[in-house]
């Protein structure tokens, strides 16, 4: 476990987890994310969030089959067809297509899901709506991760939207913005792999250097 203290040290290791243990996770601890959710802003302090917890296998069953449609017919292809990110490699981009498989495969079998919705009422999601809700969810990413389990950040399942909200049955106005499989992971926590902050940080103008990044 993590220095629970230690922000920093919690953020450098806090992946996309997708390799989970089926073993339950006590509900003390699920509590204890979702008050870090809660934890976050919301703009105007709104908290229109709304944050449904699914146990109940036959839903993560059924969901699991449109996340599953989503990655054959999007996003193999197009792991397939592009690039490694920044801070990535050839090998290791392979390696997280096939993790990212393996969660495709094995989604249902996380013990828990949180799923993020928002209330937006008559309004349609938009940047605005999604500045109130996902940070809860980095929150409730690194609550977990604080607390030894594993967990993603997955949106995937908006390639069948409608669907997957019918079977969550979410009321008119109320949509999801995210699911985040959660249990004891079976690797280990490691350091995130991102690019050179000298490629993404400027000062004063575009494209001008930001001296000194380490
Ligand atoms: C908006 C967003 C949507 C994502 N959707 C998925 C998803 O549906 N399935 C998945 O396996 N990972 C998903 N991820 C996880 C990212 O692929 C992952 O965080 C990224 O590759 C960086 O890897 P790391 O978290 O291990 O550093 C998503 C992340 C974000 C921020």
Request: hydrophobic share 35%; proline share 8%.
């Amino acid at each position: 476990m993590p220095d629970e203290n230690d922000l920093f040290e919690i953020q450098r290791t806090t992946r996309a987890m997708r390799r989970l243990k089926p073993d339950p996770v006590p509900d003390e601890l699920v509590q204890k994310i979702l008050r870090a959710g809660m934890n976050a802003a919301s703009g105007g302090n709104s908290q229109r969030w709304r944050f449904l917890v699914i146990k109940d296998q036959s839903i993560k069953e059924k969901v699991q089959a449109y996340y599953k449609r989503a990655f054959d017919e999007v996003v193999s292809p197009r792991y397939l067809s592009s690039d490694p990110p920044p801070g990535s490699s050839p090998g290791r981009y392979r390696r997280q297509h096939s993790a990212v498989e393996y969660l495709t495969d094995h989604y249902h079998e996380a013990p828990i899901w949180i799923v993020a919705c928002q209330d937006d009422g008559q309004s349609t999601p938009s940047r605005s709506s999604g500045a109130s809700i996902y940070p809860a969810v980095q929150n409730m990413l690194l609550a977990a991760r604080a607390l030894g389990l594993g967990a993603t950040l997955t949106t995937r399942h908006l390639n069948f939207e409608a669907e997957v909200e019918a079977i969550f049955g979410l009321p008119q106005g109320i949509h999801s913005y995210a699911i985040l499989p959660i249990g004891y992971p079976l690797g280990n926590f490691g350091p995130v792999r991102r690019g050179d902050m000298a490629d993404f940080v400027y000062l004063d103008t575009w494209n001008n250097q930001y001296p000194g990044l380490e």
